[in-house]
């Protein structure tokens, strides 16, 4: 049964970074574009950024553009989410998403995406 098992978060201070890793089991993401979201506590689930199957880049976010790094390990099957210059604001559930080849317009988490991550919980505190 494909899958995306999610790692990394955790807590950080205000300022710190950190990476949150998606790691596919049973799909080849050399064929599936990854889509990055977050959701804070009592909010909706919001898109970052996606990657299509090719490493095209889609921001979804103005504000969270310079802040948001995506990569691929193509070796390890895995996506990365980086993040730099942590705020309290980012504390939320991070969750990866799969669907096939590219990202497709818009990043709304009500999309039929194919396969999901756990989702990662990212806290910034000091």
């Known amino acids: 049964q494909p899958q995306l098992v999610q790692s990394g978060g955790g807590l950080v201070q205000p300022g710190e970074s950190l990476s949150v890793s998606c790691a596919a089991s049973?799909?080849?993401?050399?064929?599936?574009?990854i889509t990055w979201f977050r959701q804070a506590p009592g909010k909706e689930r919001e898109g970052i950024s996606c990657m299509s199957a090719d490493g095209d880049i889609t921001h979804y976010a103005d504000s969270l553009k310079g802040r948001f790094t995506i990569a691929k390990d193509s070796v390890k099957n895995t996506v990365y989410l980086q993040i730099n210059g942590l705020k309290p604001a980012a504390t939320a559930v991070y969750y990866c998403?799969?669907?096939?080849?590219?990202?497709?317009?818009?990043?709304?988490?009500?999309?039929?995406?194919?396969?999901w991550g756990q989702g990662a919980q990212v806290t910034v505190s000091s």
């Open positions: 998403a799969a669907e096939f080849n590219l990202c497709h317009q818009g990043a709304d988490a009500r999309y039929p995406y194919d396969y």
């Open positions: 049973g799909l080849n993401l050399g064929y599936w574009a």
